[in-house]
Every structure is written in C-alpha cells, then in structure tokens.
C-alpha cells in the first residue's frame, strides 16, 4: 500500500452497539488478523487519532460525546463506521432513543456493512480510510501551497514601484 505515508492511529468508540461488532473490532488486534503489523495503532486519546472507528448508533446519552471526539481530533481525520448500527441505526433504528446512524452527528467517509461486520471487512475499510485520509492530507498541503503563492492582500505585484 503505497499511500502508507506513516502508521494511522485509531480511536475506537462504541456508542451504543450490541459489542458484537466490537468484538470483532478487537479480533482485528489479535494475532490471527494483527493489524498492528501493518503499523495500525488503536489509542484512546482523540487528540492523536487520525481514524474515528465507530460501532453502535447514535442516542440522546452520547451524540454530544461523538461530536466531542470528532471535534478534538486533528485535521485531516476520517470516520469510519462499523456495522449496520453505526451505518443507518441497524435493527435498532426505530427505538424509541436512538437516532439513527453515526452520520447523523458526523461525517461518515467509510461505511462497513454486516451484523457484526466482520474483521476481513474491518480491515478493508480502515484500508479505505487511510486512502481517504491521504486523500485529505494531499488536499490540505494543495491548499496550504496554493495560499503561500496567493499574494497577500495589500502587497505589490513584483517590479511595481
Ligand atoms: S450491527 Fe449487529 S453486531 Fe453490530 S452492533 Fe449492531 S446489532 Fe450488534
């Protein structure tokens, strides 16, 4: 995988999930998938995350803590959500607190179907949120080149007195 520029750091939230995705988002981590070979680190601190990797929906109790956690990771991230629950609500979309699918609340870049979803599709997805992440990253270093060339407001084009 060339776009592997450097190890994606994961933050894992459950919202309101059954665990049954999440325990296969914790079979990824064990030696039969091992996906810290591939340099996939799973932190639990937002502030040094580049992936937001959510299973479950979202409610009334934790749509503000979602939020919280996208808003305090760094630019660029990606959010990737794991399984029906956290794509559309899943079989609990009609109950009485929840809200619907992580996209609700937040940017959704990758979608992994199933119920659970399984570590083979997991791992395909954190794989297309690393491309998307790149795809940011690129995006961000266009921009930030593209205002270092903008002349500032106020200055002389070069050679005029
Ligand atoms: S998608 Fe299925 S396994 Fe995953 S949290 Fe929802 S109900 Fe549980």
């Known amino acids: 995988m060339s776009f592997f520029r450097r190890s994606p750091w994961i933050l894992h939230y459950d919202g309101s999930s059954c665990n049954g995705c999440d325990i296969e ?3 990824c981590l064990t030696p039969l998938y091992d996906v810290e070979r591939f340099g996939v680190v799973n932190t639990g601190n937002p502030k040094h ?3 937001l990797l959510v ?3 979202v409610n ?4 503000e803590i979602v939020e919280n956690l996208y808003r305090q990771m760094p630019d660029p991230k990606v959010v990737v959500a794991v399984g029906a629950c956290a794509c559309s609500g ?3 979309a009609r109950a009485y607190n929840v809200q619907g ?3 609700r609340v937040v940017p959704v870049d990758v979608y992994v179907p199933g119920c659970a ?3 083979e599709r997991i791992i395909d997805g954190v794989v297309q949120g690393i491309a998307a992440l790149e795809g940011k990253r690129a995006a961000m270093a266009a921009g930030r080149r593209r205002g270092a060339l903008r002349p500032q407001s106020g200055s002389q ?3 005029a007195a």
């Open 25 to 27: 988002v914790l079979a």
């Open 49 to 51: 995350a580049d992936i």
């Open 55 to 57: 299973t479950g929906s």
């Open 60 to 63: 009334e109790r934790n749509v």
């Open 90 to 92: 899943g079989i609990f």
């Open 101 to 103: 699918g992580i996209d």
């Open 117 to 119: 979803a399984r570590p």
């Open 157 to 159: 084009p070069a050679g």
